[in-house]
């Protein structure tokens, strides 16, 4: 069974402080990796996907991708309490490429 | 606007009244897909489909129906509900199903099965 992990959280940082969201998967046929916002009750958006080994930074975000330990993880700079959500980490699994979801960090960010 | 739109966002059913739930999307996508999403299960897929006529099962397909007749449209066919198919569920769509690929989400259908 292909699966994705994260640690459920509750992750809590003071706001303007880096948050730190780990990922690990099963599957080393995976290609890319997705991270997801998800505030209470409402549809994920994406934040970044990754498919390269390292760094990938967008604003605030900053995905990071090691292939050979199968590790994915989200930092996030200077959290804001609008950053409250819970994250979801997704990888591609299966000859079809569909998405393996985690299930899910939530993060709060402490005004 | 670009968007997947779902209906209902609420529905109160009893167990075995049929029921479905529409996905429609503006965006010309050739994949739609449907999830389920449960306290402590996370995001688990239900049915995908690559294109038109073009439909497969995911993970947790049992219990569920689906079909592919226009590209814009993707609906969720229950048959016969029961309490265990409670959940909120969404519709999601991209370009094509590639590994570079961003799904859009739908807004949600909350199914309450009494």
């Known amino acids: 069974q292909k699966e994705v992990e994260q640690n459920s959280g509750p992750l809590s940082v003071p706001e303007g402080a880096i948050a730190s969201l780990n990922c690990t998967y099963s599957?080393?046929?995976?290609?890319?990796f997705f991270w997801y916002r998800q505030y209470s009750g409402k549809s994920p958006e994406l934040i970044m996907f990754?498919?390269?080994?390292g760094d990938k930074e967008d604003g605030r975000f900053t995905a990071q991708l090691n292939k050979a330990s199968q590790y994915v993880s989200l930092l996030i700079r200077d959290s804001q309490p609008s950053d409250s959500a819970t994250y979801l980490c997704?990888?591609?699994?299966?000859?079809?490429?569909?998405?393996?979801f985690g299930k899910g960090t939530k993060l709060s960010v402490k005004p | 606007e670009a968007q997947v739109t779902q209906n209902p966002r609420y529905l109160i059913t009893v167990t075995g009244k049929k029921l479905t739930v529409t996905c429609s999307q503006n965006?010309?996508?050739?994949?739609m897909s449907w999830y389920r999403q449960d306290p402590g299960l996370g995001l688990r897929q239900i049915y995908y489909?690559?294109?038109?006529?073009?439909?497969d099962k995911g993970d947790v397909p049992e219990g569920y129906k689906v079909s592919r007749k226009e590209k814009r449209n993707f609906p969720l066919i229950l048959e016969s509900p029961s309490p265990n198919q409670t959940s909120l569920y969404f519709c999601?769509?991209?370009?094509?199903?590639?590994?570079?690929?961003?799904?859009?989400f739908g807004p949600g259908t909350r199914l309450t099965v009494l």
């Open positions: 997704a990888a591609t699994g299966g000859s079809q490429g569909n998405l393996i």
């Open positions: 489909s690559m294109n038109v006529e073009v439909t």
């Open positions: 965006m010309n996508h050739e994949y």
């Open positions: 999601a769509s991209s370009p094509y199903q590639g590994y570079d690929n961003e799904q859009f």
């Open positions: 599957d080393r046929g995976s290609q890319s």
């Open positions: 990754i498919y390269s080994n």
